[in-house]
């Protein structure tokens, strides 16, 4: 019998009916939802709508969910990726889900959290009410993704998270909130409480996923794609066109003046679309 992955629920909002699930990005954890939760919960209320249950796990490997076993990942590759991880966490989920009694979920993905959702659906479609793809992609890295396990090996040589500082350091290019000390301050205290060998092995998990290309055009529910139109990899360009092949379920939001970390750099902006994605599921 397969083992199960454990992921740490962080439950931001009681409630009844489809449960929210928001799914964190690279590299950090459910915490980033934070804000984003809470401007969800007064536009829902404001909109009139029932109180829904509002989620944000920690992936595994990040916050309090431990670092998955290699018989938790399943096969290891010469190259020390984990080609089956990715489906193994999307069934990791469900069971999260189905545990606490909820045969479907509105689930929303930001960046590494897009790939891990829009798996769900490959899987499991039955799971998904509705779905919203944030700064994400359904391709595979392919060749560029080497730089992926050079930094998990930096992570694991160095026992720390500092190979993946750079995530909080800004370039010129970057939106005013990333620029700003606020956010850098906030993304460095969340990166350097990870620990080391989760941000490693998500690293080889996301080297390993399947390539997902195909998938979203098989969506049969609503849909929102938010993308940052200063996203040096999932901008408008990138984004956009992923929502035309989707069809007619899905909702294109581009926001200016916003990097890759949509939901923290502009969390109302993100949780306008998803009020608006819970509207449409009903």
């Not at 500082?165 to 970057?174: G, K, T, V």
Request: proline share 7%; aromatic share 6%.
């Amino acid at each position: 019998m397969m083992q199960m992955m454990q992921i740490h629920n962080r439950v931001l909002r009681e409630g009844s009916g489809t449960p929210l699930i928001l799914v964190n990005a690279y590299p950090v954890d459910g915490r980033m939802w934070e804000e984003c939760a809470g401007h969800i919960a007064a536009l829902a209320d404001e909109a009139g709508l029932s109180t829904f249950p509002i989620w944000a796990p920690d992936m595994p490997g990040s916050g309090l969910s431990p670092t998955p076993s290699d018989e938790q990942s399943g096969r290891r590759a010469a190259n020390g990726s984990y080609p089956d991880a990715l489906d193994r966490m999307a069934e990791a989920y469900v069971a999260l889900m189905n545990e606490a009694g909820y045969k479907r979920a509105v689930w929303a993905g930001l960046s590494m959290g897009g790939y891990l959702v829009t798996d769900l659906y490959r899987l499991h479609p039955e799971a998904v009410a509705g779905i919203a793809l944030c700064d994400t992609m359904a391709a595979s890295d392919g060749v560029g993704g080497e730089g992926r396990l050079a930094t998990a090996n930096a992570c694991e040589e160095a026992n720390s998270t500092q190979p993946v500082m750079r995530f909080a350091e800004p370039s010129p290019e970057d939106s005013t909130v990333k620029r700003s000390q606020v956010f850098i301050d906030r993304m460095r205290a969340w990166i350097g409480e990870q620990h080391p060998q989760g941000a490693a092995w998500r690293q080889r998990m996301t080297y390993g996923r399947p390539d997902l290309t195909g998938v979203p055009e098989t969506f049969d529910v609503p849909v929102v794609v938010v993308s940052g139109e200063l996203d040096p990899t999932s901008n408008p360009g990138v984004m956009k066109p992923l929502a035309e092949r989707i069809g007619v379920n899905a909702v294109f939001t581009s926001i200016a003046d916003c990097g890759h970390f949509s939901a923290v750099e502009h969390p109302r902006t993100v949780a306008a679309a998803l009020v608006d994605l819970v509207k449409r599921v009903g």
